[in-house]
């Protein structure tokens, strides 16, 4: 139909009914095959960021909103060329046509959109509240996901790396890591200084909450380069940090499906305590104790094996640490801190909310 759409001259139109492909794959591979040497490249990454989206735990029946797949898409390619790039949201739906699905729908998780208040520290300990808003008047938005389930079987498929259009090519596997990647590059890359948690619709929001959903599982997967890159993101002397603590504010006060959001159990540096109070801590310890707290636990073996430190060597070691909790009945958050081994306040945090744990003792993954 898009074909079709296309011709103006009536006697080019029964050629063209007469050529019209006869299955799904010389569809895609004409659609593919459409698109201009030039946009390959985006292209590519937006059906890429589109898939890696879909195998995240979220948001993925809804799709990635249009904004940060072409935020994040133009960050990628500049960072994969050096060349800065203007793509739009209209460049997206005239490239991909109808390998892509764009649908209108209600804003989810409009925690981010209220106000959120700071009361003065009491007891040694800082208290947050957001205000209720109208969910009803929650914005509409454009959302982006693969046309039909068929098309991402033809990229990875063995058909279409042998065709003309084989520059697509792309397995779940190779999605799965190229995402990864991508989305743990932008979250270290994030603006300390910024102060959006708009995690739907601001690019840096939606990478910084969705790295420890997508952690590698297999500690013996994980390369050299790619841990190191995992222990920055949950060292809390990374610069990115500061960007975690204003989103888990309004996870821990108001979002009702914070259980998709692991940020929302990590430690944090308590605001009404001095930072020189946290001098002792071991930025490893400290790393060791979010991988923990947000499921990573791949990468926590890989990193405590890397220190050369034994199971009972890592769960002895000492921390201070803060999490955010949720007062009862209210969207009241307090700082609350706890002082111990790595294995004692894990336990304290985890044993209601992650299955870690067993007794007072860590449970590694084993090889």
């Known amino acids: 139909m898009q074909i079709l759409e296309h011709i103006r001259d009536e006697s080019q139109l029964i050629d063209s009914l007469n050529s019209l492909p006869s299955d799904l794959d010389e569809i895609y591979l004409r659609l593919l095959s459409a698109i201009p040497e030039p946009d390959r490249l985006f292209v590519r990454r937006v059906l890429l960021w589109i898939a890696g989206h879909s195998f995240a735990g979220r948001l993925r029946d809804k799709g990635i909103h249009l904004d940060v797949l072409v935020s994040a898409v133009c960050d990628d390619l500049q960072n994969l060329t050096g060349r800065t790039y203007r793509y739009t949201a209209d460049d997206v739906r005239e490239l991909c046509g109808c390998l892509i699905t764009v649908t209108e729908r209600p804003l989810p998780f409009t925690d981010f959109l209220r106000p959120l208040h700071m009361l003065p520290p009491l007891g040694g300990e800082c208290k947050f509240y957001i205000k209720a808003g109208n969910d009803e008047d929650a914005p509409m938005g454009s959302f982006v996901s693969i046309a039909h389930y068929t098309v991402l079987e033809f990229l990875s498929s063995e058909r279409i790396a042998s065709s003309s259009a084989q520059y697509f090519s792309m397995t779940q596997r190779d999605v799965k890591n190229s995402f990864f990647n991508s989305v743990l590059r932008q979250s270290l890359a994030a603006d300390p200084s910024g102060i959006l948690a708009d995690w739907v619709r601001d690019r840096e929001a939606y990478c910084l909450t969705l790295v420890p959903l997508i952690m590698p599982t297999e500690p013996d997967s994980i390369d050299p380069d790619t841990l190191e890159l995992c222990v920055q993101y949950f060292l809390p002397t990374s610069s990115h940090f500061p960007r975690l603590r204003t989103i888990q504010y309004y996870l821990v006060a108001g979002c009702s499906s914070a259980r998709a959001f692991y940020i929302a159990r990590l430690p944090v540096y308590n605001p009404a305590v001095a930072p020189s109070q946290y001098e002792g801590n071991d930025p490893n310890v400290w790393a060791l104790l979010a ?32 999490f955010f909790i949720r007062g009862k009945g209210t969207a009241m958050v307090q700082a609350k801190s706890h002082h111990g081994s790595l294995a004692q306040v894990a336990s304290i945090r985890g044993k209601h909310q992650l299955q870690i744990m067993e007794g007072s003792s860590i449970s590694w993954p084993q090889l």
């Not at 707290?293 to 009972?312: I, P, Q, Y």
Request: aromatic share 6%; hydrophobic share 45%; net charge negative.
């Open 291 to 322: 991988m923990l707290m947000t499921n990573s636990r791949a990468v926590a073996h890989a990193f405590r094996r890397k220190l050369g430190w034994d199971e009972n060597e890592a769960g002895d070691k000492e921390i201070e640490a803060a």
